[in-house]
C-alpha cells in the first residue's frame, strides 16, 4: 500500500496538495481520491460524470465502500451537490449489483443420477472397453445409454446383461414411456392437454445404436449382436415414418432471418427497460438468439468454449469464435471457427461487454473481459450463467431449445443451393452430408429442388439460343 506522502507526490494529485481539505481527510477517502484523479488524467477528463464514474468503477474494479469513501471525500472538497448526487447513484448500483439476490442458478451438469448409474458402477469388463472406446472420441452417449440399461435392469431384478432378452425388454419399455411422458410434459407447459401414447422413435433408435455398437465392441457373441440389430433396424424404420420434432419446431419458429431481426428488436427494447437487472437480462436474452443464428453452437459449447479470450477473440475489427467443439474434438482435425461481420453481430456482444456503460469506454472494457476470460454470458451480479441457460433463453423465444439453430441455418441457405448448404455445413461444424441432411428440413430440401429445376430450365435456355 502506498504511503499517505507518496500518494501525495503523484503528478495528478499536485493540484490539491495544498488545500486544508487534504491534510484532514483520512486515508481511505484520500486513496479514493487519488485513484479517480489518476483515472481522469488517463483518460483526459476535466470534468467527469457519471458514465464516466461508472466506467472507472467497472475498469478499477471499485467497491460500493470504495465509492462511499471517494463521495466522503468530494463532499468535503466542496463539490456540486449534482455531482455527489452522480456518485452516489453510481454507487448505489454497485450495492445493487453486489448484493443482488433474484439470479436462479439452476441445475448445473452434476445433477443427481434418477434413471442410471455412474460408469463406476457398471460391470468392470464394461468398463475395460469403455476407456477402449474413449480413446476414439465415441463415449459419451454410449456410457450414459449403459448406464440407463444397468439401471432398469437392476430395478426389475434382471441381471445386467445385453444377452438377457428380459432385462433389454424393461429398458425398452422404461425407454419409451420415459419419452412419452416428457412428451406430455412439454405440451403441458404449453397449456394443452396432451393424449401422447407413441414415443419419440429417434431417442430408442439412437439408444439401441449405442448398446449395439458397445457389443460390437465389448466382443458380445453373434447372437447378442443379431438381436440388438433386429430391434436397431425397426426402430430405425419406425423412425423413417415419424416426422422430427426438430423439423416440426423448426417450420413453426420461421426463418434464421426473421428470428435475428427479432433479437435486434429485443436488444433495442432493452435499453427503455427502468430496472438495471432486467436490461441486463434482456440483452443477454437478445444476444443468444443472435448469436446462436451466426454461431449455431450447442448448449455444451456455449457453456464451455464462449468465453472472451479463450473460445471468442476480437481480431482486426471483428468477434471470432475459434475452438474444439467437445462432441467432436476428438473425430475432426480443424477447429471450429466463425467471423462474424461486425454491422450483423458485433452490438450484441458489445452490449454484453457494455450494458449500462458509456460506448466510449467500450475498447477498454473489451480489453478487460479478455484479459480475465470472463465468460461471454454472466449474470447481473457477476456471476457464470449457468449451464440450462443459454437452452432456456431459446426455449422462452422460440419454444425450443437452442439445438434447433442448425437446422434454422440449412434451411435459410438452402435458398442459396449447394453454396449455402456448404455454408451451413461450416458454421455448424459438419463434416459429412449424412450428418447435414438431419438437419435439413423438408422446406430447405424442396427449396434445394426447386434451384436445381431453375438451374437445369435456365441451362436449357442457353443451349437452345447457343444452337440458333
Known amino acids: 500500500m502506498i504511503p499517505r506522502h507518496l500518494i501525495l507526490r503523484q503528478p495528478h494529485m499536485q493540484h490539491l496538495i495544498d488545500l486544508p481539505e487534504i491534510d484532514e481527510m483520512p486515508d481511505e477517502q484520500l486513496r479514493a481520491l487519488e485513484g479517480l484523479m489518476a483515472f481522469c488524467v488517463d483518460q483526459d477528463l476535466e470534468d467527469p460524470a457519471a458514465p464516466d464514474i461508472r466506467a472507472y468503477c467497472a475498469l478499477q474494479d471499485q467497491s460500493p465502500a470504495n465509492l462511499d469513501a471517494l463521495s466522503d471525500a468530494m463532499r468535503r472538497l466542496d463539490m456540486p451537490d449534482a455531482f455527489l448526487l452522480e456518485v452516489e447513484s453510481v454507487a448505489a448500483d454497485l450495492r445493487h449489483r453486489a448484493e443482488f439476490k433474484g439470479i436462479t442458478q439452476g441445475r448445473n451438469r452434476d445433477y443427481e443420477?434418477?434413471?442410471?448409474?455412474?460408469?463406476?458402477?457398471?460391470?468392470?469388463?464394461?468398463?475395460?472397453?469403455?476407456?477402449?472406446?474413449?480413446?476414439?472420441?465415441t463415449l459419451e452417449r454410449m456410457q450414459s445409454r449403459l448406464g440407463m440399461f444397468v439401471w432398469s435392469a437392476r430395478q426389475a431384478g434382471h441381471p445386467v446383461d445385453l444377452g438377457c432378452i428380459e432385462a433389454l425388454q424393461t429398458f425398452y419399455q422404461d425407454l419409451r414411456a420415459r419419452s412419452v411422458a416428457r412428451q406430455r410434459e412439454q405440451d403441458a407447459k404449453q397449456g394443452l392437454i396432451s393424449d401422447i401414447d407413441t414415443p419419440r422413435w429417434s431417442y430408442l433408435r439412437g439408444t439401441w445404436e449405442e448398446l449395439y455398437r458397445f457389443a460390437r465392441a465389448h466382443g458380445c457373441d453373434d447372437d447378442?449382436?443379431?438381436?440388438?440389430?433386429i430391434t436397431f433396424q425397426t426402430l430405425t424404420t419406425k423412425e423413417a415414418g415419424q416426422s422430427s420434432q426438430k423439423m416440426t419446431k423448426a417450420m413453426k419458429i420461421g426463418s434464421a432471418s426473421s428470428l435475428l431481426a427479432e433479437a435486434r428488436a429485443m436488444l433495442g427494447a432493452a435499453n427503455d427497460v427502468e430496472r438495471p437487472d432486467w436490461r441486463h437480462a434482456r440483452r443477454n436474452c437478445a444476444a443468444a438468439i443472435a448469436l446462436g443464428i451466426g454461431v449455431p453452437a450447442r448448449p455444451r459449447d456455449v457453456f464451455a468454449h464462449h468465453i472472451f479470450g479463450q473460445g471468442l477473440f476480437y481480431e482486426n475489427g471483428a468477434y471470432v469464435f475459434r475452438y474444439r467443439p467437445q462432441k467432436t474434438r476428438r473425430t475432426i482435425n480443424e477447429p471450429f471457427e466463425v467471423e462474424l461481420d461486425p454491422e450483423g453481430w458485433s452490438p450484441f456482444i458489445?452490449?454484453?461487454?457494455?450494458?449500462?456503460?458509456?460506448?466510449?469506454?467500450?475498447?477498454?472494457?473489451?480489453t478487460k473481459v479478455m484479459d480475465q476470460q470472463r465468460p461471454l454470458y454472466v449474470n447481473y451480479d457477476g456471476s457464470r450463467c449457468a449451464y440450462p441457460w443459454y437452452s432456456r433463453q431459446w426455449a422462452a423465444v422460440t419454444g425450443t431449445g437452442g439445438h434447433i439453430a442448425r437446422t434454422l441455418i440449412y434451411d435459410e441457405m438452402a435458398d442459396l443451393g449447394e453454396?449455402?448448404?456448404?455454408?451451413?455445413?461450416?458454421?455448424?461444424?459438419?463434416?459429412?452430408?449424412?450428418?447435414?441432411?438431419?438437419?435439413?428440413?423438408?422446406?430447405?430440401?424442396?427449396?434445394?429442388?426447386?434451384?436445381?429445376?431453375?438451374?437445369m430450365i435456365a441451362r436449357g435456355l442457353y443451349d437452345d439460343i447457343d444452337g440458333l
Open 350 to 366: 458489445d452490449a454484453l461487454i457494455l450494458q449500462d456503460q458509456d460506448p466510449r469506454y467500450l475498447a477498454e472494457l473489451r
Open 224 to 229: 447378442v449382436l443379431e438381436e440388438l440389430g
Open 113 to 137: 443420477r434418477e434413471v442410471s448409474v455412474p460408469v463406476e458402477e457398471l460391470p468392470t469388463d464394461w468398463q475395460i472397453t469403455l476407456r477402449k472406446l474413449h480413446k476414439l472420441g
Open 419 to 455: 453454396f449455402g448448404i456448404l455454408y451451413a455445413k461450416s458454421s455448424a461444424h459438419h463434416v459429412t452430408d449424412q450428418i447435414s441432411d438431419k438437419y435439413r428440413s423438408d422446406r430447405a430440401i424442396a427449396a434445394s429442388r426447386e434451384i436445381a429445376k431453375r438451374a
